[in-house]
């Protein structure tokens, strides 16, 4: 089954000014997809909001409460005002078990404490937070934890590490890119004293000298 991450109420709205909609606390917004025809509706903005404060927006299935009826969508683009940076429009997709959606997931490293290179003093330098994949609406993964246990310094964390589950692809294909590398630490060098690269500049021209008076 599909989880749902929470509901977003709403009415249908009319083609048209969408002023009055704003004004009133809603976000004029479209629902389209699946074998329905496209449906507009207007989406409660607190309740809209307080979803995208729950984070990972892109990568959640909501219900659409229209009523009595109910749409479970995922979020494909919000279009935001120029300058007050609010939301004005969202386009939702209309999803079901057999639909495939694409969604970013985020990558999280564990065990740091137990990788000898970090214990070393290397540094975990994270190419990719998240990771683009396909997947099945019914299987939407939140989150990939991956162990740093064991790592030394120099190892690559590459895609490979990860276990995709079922019916998920990564949007890149045929490369299995990096996704973290434990680094050696910066060492800074400490400038040598400048009485001593004068004796050794000195040391030079006595040696240069006893070359020319050998030859």
């Known amino acids: 089954p599909m989880k ?85 429009h969202v386009d939702f997709q209309r999803v079901d078990e057999k639909t495939r959606i694409i969604i970013s997931v985020p990558v999280e490293f564990t065990n740091q404490e137990l990788s000898p290179g970090l214990k070393q003093g290397g540094v975990l330098n994270v190419v990719r937070r998240e990771l683009e994949l396909s997947c099945l609406a019914n299987n939407i993964p939140e989150n990939f934890v991956i162990s740093l246990e064991g790592k030394e310094i120099g190892d690559d964390i590459r895609l490979s590490s990860i276990t995709l589950g079922e019916g998920m692809k990564p949007t890149i294909l045929g490369r299995d890119f990096m996704l973290a590398t434990i680094q050696a630490p910066k060492v800074e060098k400490e400038p040598e004293p400048a009485a001593e690269e004068e004796t050794k500049e000195e040391e030079n021209a006595e040696e240069k000298k006893e070359e020319k008076a050998a030859e």
């Not at 004029?28 to 927006?57: C, H, N, W």
């Not at 219900?63 to 940076?85: F, L, M, P, T, W």
């Open 4 to 88: 749902i991450s929470g509901n977003i109420p709403a009415k249908e709205r009319k083609k048209g000014n969408t002023n009055p909609y704003l004004k009133d606390g809603f976000i004029p917004s479209i629902i389209y997809g699946g074998d329905a025809d496209p449906l507009m509706v207007a989406v409660e903005t607190i309740q809209l909001k307080k979803r995208f404060e729950e984070g990972g927006i892109h990568s959640k299935i909501f219900e659409v409460e229209i009523g009595d009826k109910k749409e479970a969508v995922v979020v494909k683009s919000i279009q935001r005002h120029k300058v007050k940076n609010n939301p004005i």
